[in-house]
């Protein structure tokens, strides 16, 4: 059964979207920036420059630009803070954690030619980048004078017969294995957040009065990311042409808590069944793997002047899900709960092609200015067969209509003073959604900068980065109101580095 698939992120980040949507994105949108520092504070434009562990996963040509063996260890910390306006109430959450970006081995070879004409380097490379982190808090609170998610609930319920949606031990009876109305209206009605109509089995509504209003909160936090093993080989060809090749494995985890409560003003009209709270939990466990594979071209017409060109294949995804949820209602009355089984579900997910056009210009030991163009097609994400047989026709076909192409800037510039570089670096990635898309995200600035320094066989590269997005999303799928919220990301990188 997919009922996951259909509704969990009602309460997520982009809440008018089932979540076959949703998780194709997550896995799709990849504007992180991850891996060495180098990298990051030149803002990721390395398509042409190379030697750069990073450029396996970017442009693999850049493999065959190393001249010697190397080995790289990239920790970092990361600090977000989620600014979020809902219904006038503005809220800050903010997030600290330390990871790794990137470990890797470059393993170089001269072939035995006095000239250098020809294949001139062989060059393998074995390790980690990370591809994308989840680690997020986010937190929404206000006011809600005539709209409540008991509305919502009521609506999800209404053509359901109520004893369907009722447990029966003595039969054996299991609503949410065995009939056909959604999970939330399950454990809403057994948690009494909705009743049916006078003298109607199939049509419902909140226990509230007309007028009364509800205090909402909701904080969605998530972790995991996405990190990518990649195995490489380039080649040096007259110090003129470059080439390499990666295939990337990558691995998926993404948990995620969702809570959502309510509670009545204290001013509410008192009545004989009073609505106090309630509250709704969601959890939601992604684990999979992934590949794909990744071919680069490094020209170098003169001694300054570097021009590169990648072609990377979708990443085809095998995903496994599991997903449980709780409810629970609090009256003057008494108190409920409900709780959902636990739901597994396997399914396929294929991202966007890339293609990354780069110029990079070198001023001999000065310093260098390089620039990356990406061209990615969100609208070409799609799903494959889910393990119980169903195609996902129409989250398919809602990908092609409500995604676009985006078109992703990265530019960066060095400049060398004896053993130090300075570095600084922007990117700009566009947002893969329509234009029409009221509920979407913005595009996504990234401003980077550092130093290096070179000692013999040994290096250290420093750099920070500034993240800033901003959404717009629905706290459950028929809410009134809109959340606004702005996210800034703030990462501090150390790579050290080792030549042999």
Do not use: C
């Given at each position: ?6 509704f ?10 089932s ?7 997550r ?15 030149l ?23 190393y001249?010697s ?15 979020t306006?809902y ?11 330390f ?6 081995l ?27 982190d ?6 929404a ?6 709209y ?6 009521a ?18 009876w ?13 454990m ?11 003298g ?21 936090s ?5 990190g990518?093993?990649?195995?490489s ?13 990666t ?8 948990r995620?808590?969702?809570?959502y ?5 204290e ?16 959890r ?7 590949v794909?594979?990744?071919?680069g071209?490094?020209?170098r ?17 095998n995903?496994?899900e ?15 709960t ?8 396997d399914?396929?997910?294929?991202t ?10 070198t001023?001999?030991?000065v ?13 070409t ?8 047989g169903?195609r ?7 990908i ?21 570089a ?10 893969p ?24 066989n ?14 717009k999303?629905l706290?459950?799928?028929t809410a ?10 703030n ?10």
């Amino acid at each position: 059964m997919k009922k996951t698939l259909l509704f969990l992120l009602a309460f997520g980040a982009f809440g008018v979207m089932s979540q076959g949507v949703d998780d194709a994105l997550r896995l799709s949108n990849q504007n992180g920036l991850y891996g060495t520092a180098r990298y990051v504070s030149l803002g990721g434009a390395f398509g042409a420059l190379g030697g750069d562990f990073t450029s396996l996963s970017n442009n693999p040509a850049g493999l065959g630009v190393y001249r010697s063996s190397e080995f790289t260890l990239t920790p970092s910390i990361k600090s977000r803070i989620d600014d979020t306006k809902y219904i006038g109430t503005k809220y800050s959450d903010s997030r600290t954690r330390f990871m790794f970006d990137n470990i890797g081995l470059v393993a170089s070879f001269k072939t035995l030619k006095e000239e250098e004409k020809g294949l001139v380097m062989l060059n393998l490379g074995f390790g980690y980048n990370r591809i994308k982190d989840f680690y997020s808090e986010t937190t929404a609170i206000g006011g809600n004078d005539n709209y409540s998610i008991m509305h919502y609930f009521a609506g999800v319920a209404k053509g359901n017969d109520w004893y369907d949606m009722s447990p029966n031990d003595d039969t054996d009876w299991d609503p949410y294995r065995q009939s056909n109305a959604p999970w939330e209206a399950i454990m809403a009605w057994n948690s009494f957040l909705i009743d049916t109509l006078a003298g109607l089995n199939i049509q419902y509504q909140p226990p509230l009065i007309e007028g009364d209003g509800v205090y909402q909160d909701q904080s969605i936090s998530s972790e995991g990311g996405i990190g990518e093993y990649t195995f490489s080989a380039g080649a040096n060809f007259s110090n003129k042409f470059y080439v390499g090749a990666t295939i990337g494995l990558q691995n998926v985890y993404y948990r995620q808590t969702i809570y959502y409560a309510e509670s009545a003003y204290e001013d509410n009209v008192v009545s004989a069944n009073l609505f106090k709270s309630m509250n709704y939990n969601q959890r939601l466990l992604v684990e999979g793997n992934g590949v794909n594979f990744k071919l680069g071209l490094i020209f170098r017409p003169t001694t300054e002047l570097r021009l590169g060109l990648a072609a990377h294949t979708p990443t085809f995804y095998n995903l496994d899900e599991k997903y449980s949820a709780t409810m629970s209602s609090d009256f003057n009355v008494g108190t409920a709960t409900a709780k959902t089984p636990i739901n597994f579900y396997d399914y396929r997910i294929e991202t966007p092609y890339k293609l990354i056009g780069s110029v990079a210009y070198t001023f001999g030991k000065v310093g260098l200015i390089s620039a990356d163009y990406e061209y990615v097609d969100y609208s070409t994400m799609r799903f494959g067969k889910g393990g119980d047989g169903y195609r996902f026709r129409n989250e398919n076909q809602t990908i092609k209509n409500i995604f676009t192409n985006a078109h992703n800037v990265r530019v960066g510039a060095e400049v060398w003073i004896g053993q130090l570089a300075l570095r600084g670096g922007y990117a700009y990635f566009g947002s893969p959604y329509n234009k029409d898309m009221e509920l979407s995200s913005s595009a996504t600035n990234a401003f980077s900068g550092g130093f290096g320094l070179r000692m013999d066989n040994f290096f250290l590269d420093w750099a920070y980065q500034r993240i800033m997005y901003g959404d717009k999303y629905l706290p459950f799928a028929t809410a009134n109101e809109v959340i606004e919220r702005d996210v800034n990301q703030n990462r501090f990188m150390l790579t050290i580095g080792f030549k042999f």
